[in-house]
């Protein structure tokens, strides 16, 4: 196996932006794509590493950017500035989110029928958002997400299934914002699923979070488990 990665521009509202795309090319067999959502900082070597490891688990793996080329926050108040129009307009974001699906539908390898996307922690909040609008993409899983409803879904049907992967005691979205999210999907028809991990809290899956008064901290057992427990999802919702 020989994973093949390269950038592709691609334009939202004449805005460019640039994903990463990642394929085993021992094959030229079509195959579903997992999206993956960035977090607040935007599309980044963590991003990309996971395009890389959906390639080695059969699928192509396809890092989006919902910030435009070239924009990458350095430090909190710069990923906050970055993050913080899209969480004011929430239309914008959902439509971002659309586009980087569509131009997934057109990856040379892809199997247009089988879309799915994940995303981690502001991107968590992005794949959410996408289920929400009523995508037809075939599943979503949020790793350490946040869940502050858009305001513009109210009474739409969920069609993908949905994985959450929380940290129970993370305090950007406490047990009972969990709660809610899952009366949230419920009432919307969705197939949801939430594991949610004892004594973690925000980040659990990134290595460099090493910040226990921010309330973001690397779990390695969280870790594990939540890739696990997506690999069997994504198996599961793909097939």
Not at 6 to 31: C, I, P, Q, T, W
Not at 133 to 142: F, N, P, Q, R
Not at 196 to 208: D, I, K, L, R, S
Request: hydrophobic share 40%; with cysteine.
């Amino acid at each position: 196996m020989a994973v093949e990665t390269r950038l592709l521009e691609y334009k939202h509202r004449e805005m460019v932006f640039e994903g990463f795309v990642a394929v085993d090319n021992a094959s030229e067999r079509a195959r579903p794509v997992v999206l993956v959502s960035h977090a607040w900082g935007g599309r980044d070597e963590f991003a990309e590493q996971k395009a890389r490891d959906l390639a080695r688990l059969g699928y192509v793996g396809f890092a989006i950017d919902l910030y435009g080329k070239g924009k990458r926050g350095s430090n909190p108040d710069e990923n906050r500035l970055l993050m913080a129009p899209l969480l004011e307009d929430r239309l914008l974001l959902q439509a971002r989110m659309e586009t980087a699906v569509d131009v997934a539908r057109d990856l040379p390898q892809a199997d247009r029928s089988k879309i799915a996307a994940i995303g981690y922690c502001f991107g968590g909040l992005c794949v959410l958002d996408l289920a929400r609008t009523g995508s037809d993409v075939k599943a979503v899983a949020s790793f350490h997400g946040l869940f502050t409803p858009p305001g513009n879904t109210a009474g739409r049907q969920v069609n993908a299934r949905v994985l959450v992967l929380h940290g129970y005691d993370d305090p950007m979205a406490d047990p009972e914002s969990m709660t809610t999210l899952a009366t949230e999907l419920t009432e919307a028809g969705a197939d949801w699923q939430i594991h949610a991990y004892g004594n973690t809290v925000h980040a659990f899956t990134n290595p460099a979070a090493a910040s226990p008064e921010a309330g973001t901290v690397y779990s390695s057992a969280a870790d594990k488990r939540s890739w696990r427990s997506m690999t069997d999802f994504l198996a599961d919702s793909l097939e």
